[in-house]
């Protein structure tokens, strides 16, 4: 008994060690190594998974409606993600994690995972919560408008690529 806790304590003080030891780049500039990435990337997954109460959307998708999201993201978004004609300099190489491009990769989430992500925002990313700053209403709006930028109608997607006069 006594070798098995002998190994806990030294197995706990050897993680510990090299957690301590590791030479953590703290600069959002720097790019982060495979197992930082690798970790915060999981770490995130499940904190979102957790916290995002699967919730059905109040808003109805129209051209109307999606359009109104899209002001939204281009008013309030769109520095830090990019927009449909360009990626953003700043939310590329000044956060870590990266700031997802919505513009160049459209995000695999369900709608009520990005309400919940604009609402409340996500700890230690830069990515502030805009309860206090907008209605529910808008980021339900502004959440399909995200949701759906790979498979926009016709309309809303010329005016999202900039190719309307």
């Known amino acids: 008994m006594r070798n098995f806790i002998a190994g806990i304590v030294t197995g706990l003080v050897a993680v510990i060690l090299a957690v301590w030891l590791y030479p953590w780049n703290v600069a959002a500039t720097t ?8 970790l915060m990337s999981r770490l995130l997954e499940r904190g979102i998974k957790r916290g995002a109460p699967q919730a059905a959307n109040p808003v109805a998708a129209s051209d109307e409606v999606l359009l109104q999201g899209m002001k939204f993201y281009m008013n309030g978004c769109a520095g830090c993600h990019g927009d449909g004609k360009q990626p953003s300099s700043w939310g590329t190489t000044s956060f870590f994690p990266r700031v997802p491009q919505f513009g160049t990769h459209a995000p695999s989430r369900p709608d009520w995972q990005i309400f919940w992500i604009a609402k409340h925002g996500i700890r230690n990313t830069g990515m502030g919560g805009w309860a206090q700053l907008a209605s529910d209403e808008d980021l339900w709006r502004v959440a399909l408008f995200v949701s759906r930028m790979d498979s926009l109608p016709p309309a809303v997607n010329a005016h999202w690529r900039g190719d309307t006069p």
């Open 31 to 38: 790019e982060p190594g495979a197992v930082e990435t690798w």
